[in-house]
Nanobody, 120 residues
């Protein structure tokens, strides 16, 4: 199967930065889409940023200009650089990937989540 492991979360003051990583491993033929979602307490999970195949990143309006999402295709890893963090960025950040495990067989996978807390 496929595992997604996130890292890089933590506690940071407003205005600070964090860099999240998502490393995919296991039976991977290709990763079609990789994305970051977040879920704040009492709220629904929302899309933060996504990269579809080799396209440009797509960002939620709330993070445009502050977050940068990049993929290292050779390492099956995604990086979310988060700058100018705000208290409303607080939540659990989840990595998601749409993975082709064999040609024609594509599945969704989620990481376990990493907590990001921004103090004001």
């Amino acid at each position: 199967q496929v595992q997604l492991v996130e890292s890089g979360g933590g506690l940071v003051q407003a205005g600070g930065s964090l860099r999240l990583s998502c490393a995919a491993s296991g039976r991977i033929f290709s990763i079609n889409t990789m994305a970051w979602y977040r879920q704040a307490p009492g709220k629904q999970r929302e899309l933060v940023a996504t990269i579809i195949s080799g396209g440009n990143p797509i960002y939620a309006d709330s993070v445009k200009g502050r977050f940068t999402f990049a993929r290292d295709f050779a390492k099956n890893t995604g990086y979310l650089q988060m700058n100018s963090l705000k208290s409303e960025d607080t939540g659990v950040y989840y990595c998601h990937a749409l993975v082709q495990v064999t040609p024609g067989a594509t599945f969704n996978f989620w990481g376990q989540g990493t907590q990001v807390t921004v103090s004001s």
